[in-house]
């Protein structure tokens, strides 16, 4: 039998001090904790219970036009009807004539009705290779059409598979099934192989769009998520923004990891700079320490050769060791030409503080709605302050069309007077300081007009990545984890530039190259934009 739970007891206004106030909101927060608990305990159990999430209402009003808070809804402007079949390609074309036409009938022309519709059936191709012996016994033969390097199955078959498999989020044994069903004749080892092997194009065209995507970007979004593979945890960093995305699954989430997910992943460089330098200053390297690199020239290409001159120079502190590692990759960084003053949008994960960082308004507003007031007081404190919070924030977003330095001048102070703010919710000041300590990361907008104020973009594209997590689970192999990067990536730029995933695999595998590449379309949309 469930024990019965206690009542907290009624305190009187005379009896609230201030260490009574932080004790009743210790309380409430291990009351909450508490039931979280218990809701995991019946999800183990086999009982799904939804969590009751509030939607952020910070973006919900635009300054483009946009409602104040509490007015009312307003309604989306139709665009212009556009024909629904003008674009589509006809097949086949059928006149019917009517069952009966009466004498003197004058013929005025077709009335045209498209019916769309779709086959799915097998198409298989025997092909005959006539041979030929020769005067001296030798032969000759037929040979097969380029492309097929002797594989048996065609290219929109693997076309097909790659779709179904990456875009649709069908697993392998249904997919097995799938084709099975249609009368395909395939293996599960074969159907594995075409998922994870032979992908050597899109390997290479994914690997460009990193690096093209910072050589013409002036800041990236940046997540991570979960991403177990062979039976460990791991992570999986997504960076990108409107222009392409890119995804690295890795063993790690530290800024040592980031930033060599930034070199590129693969071969991250190791470079001792006036850069690499600074940054460790303002990690608070020993100055001995620091002035015994001052006069180092070092470029280093490989981790084993890093760690080896570490040992060679005696630095053993593991503190010591991740400064000066930090401080080198982002002197390789800079060395590559990422400029200083490259921004890195996130949500406030200290592994994404490098170069010039800015923070996510949304998950800014994210520690004011997780607060539990005790009493109206509270309550009332965390409206007025919510109300404040909404408002700097539609300010802004007026501020990024049409930038203007005294008006710049006035959100910093109003921005400063909401988070010196003192109420009679202890929690309440402690969110609000640590929101004024991150001012610099949440007004950089003041500075670079152009910059988001949310992260989004980033949790839009890395949604992508779990809902693959979930349906499939972890990657086994390296080359799994590989592909499942690789086509997360390429899906989800194509998507960017308004490009059928569909026509881009069949593209590429036809080797028809009707497709500009990824990086080409990345700097030409930045060229334009």
């Known amino acids: 039998m469930d024990s019965i739970k206690p009542q907290m007891p009624n305190i009187s206004n005379e009896e609230r001090t201030p260490l009574v106030d932080v004790l009743l909101e210790l309380l409430a927060w291990q009351d909450n904790r508490i039931d979280q608990l218990e809701q995991e305990i019946l999800k183990l159990k086999g009982e799904t219970i939804k969590p009751e999430v509030k939607p952020s209402k910070m973006d919900k009003d635009t300054a483009e036009g946009g409602d104040e808070a509490g007015s009312g809804t307003s309604k989306k402007k139709k665009g212009p009807k556009r024909s629904k079949t003008e674009q589509l390609k006809i097949d086949t074309t059928i006149d019917i004539q009517p069952d009966k036409i009466p004498e003197g009938s004058t013929f005025k022309g077709y009335r045209e009705v498209i019916i769309q519709d779709i086959k799915f059936e097998t198409f298989n191709t025997c092909y005959r290779l006539a041979q030929y012996q020769t005067p001296d016994g030798s032969y000759v033969s037929g040979q097969l059409p380029g492309g097929l390097n002797g594989c048996h199955f065609g290219k929109n078959l693997i076309s097909y598979i790659l779709y179904q498999y990456h875009h649709q989020h069908v697993t392998q044994p249904l997919l097995l099934k799938q084709l099975q069903d249609l009368g395909v004749d395939i293996s599960s080892g074969r159907l594995s192989q075409f998922i994870t092997e032979g992908l050597d194009v899109f390997h290479d065209e994914k690997d460009q769009l990193l690096q093209t995507g910072l050589s013409v ?3 990236v979004h940046t997540d991570d998520t979960g991403a177990r593979h062979d039976g460990k945890n791991g992570y999986c960093t997504h960076i990108g923004n409107e222009l392409f995305a890119w995804f690295s699954s890795t063993e790690s989430k530290s800024r040592i990891n980031f930033l060599s997910c930034l070199s590129q992943g693969s071969s991250p460089c190791y470079v ?20 015994g690199l001052e006069d180092e020239t070092v470029h280093i290409e490989t981790q084993a ?7 060679e120079h005696g630095v053993k502190t593991p503190r010591h060791r991740k400064i000066i590692t930090e401080g080198a990759l982002m002197g390789g960084l800079l060395a590559q030409g990422i400029p ?8 406030d994960a200290g592994q994404f503080n490098v170069f010039d960082h800015a923070l996510c308004w949304i998950h800014a507003e994210r520690i004011i709605n997780r607060l539990i007031p005790l009493n109206d007081e509270h309550v009332q404190a965390v ?14 977003k007026t501020y990024k069309l049409n930038p203007i330095p005294e008006q710049a001048e006035t959100l910093k102070l109003r921005f400063q007077a909401m988070c010196s703010t003192e109420t009679a919710y202890a929690t309440l000041n402690q969110a609000l300081k640590r929101m004024g300590d991150n001012q610099h990361e949440l007004l950089r907008v003041l500075d670079k007009p152009y910059l988001p104020l ?19 689970g972890s990657t086994r192999s390296e080359a799994g984890r590989q592909c499942r990067d690789t086509f997360a990536s390429l899906k989800k730029t194509c998507l960017k530039h308004k490009i059928s995933f569909w026509h881009y695999l069949k593209d590429r595998l036809l080797g028809e190259n009707k ?3 990824l990086s080409d379309l990345i700097r030409a949309a930045a060229t334009c934009g």
Do not use: C
Not at 340 to 347: E, L, Q
């Open 454 to 472: 949310h992260n989004n973009l980033s949790e839009r594209d890395i949604r992508e990545y779990v809902k693959k997590r979930k349906i499939s």
């Open 217 to 219: 970007s002036q800041y």
């Open 340 to 347: 200083v003053d490259f921004s890195i949008i996130s949500d």
């Open 305 to 311: 050769d890093w760690d080896m001159w570490l040992d």
């Open 515 to 517: 497709i500009p590449p």
């Open 272 to 291: 001792l700079n006036a850069g690499a330098l600074t940054y460790m200053e303002r990690q608070n390297l020993p100055p001995a320490l620091l002035a």
């Open 383 to 396: 409206d007025a302050v919510r109300e404040q919070l909404w408002s700097i924030y539609r300010d802004l």
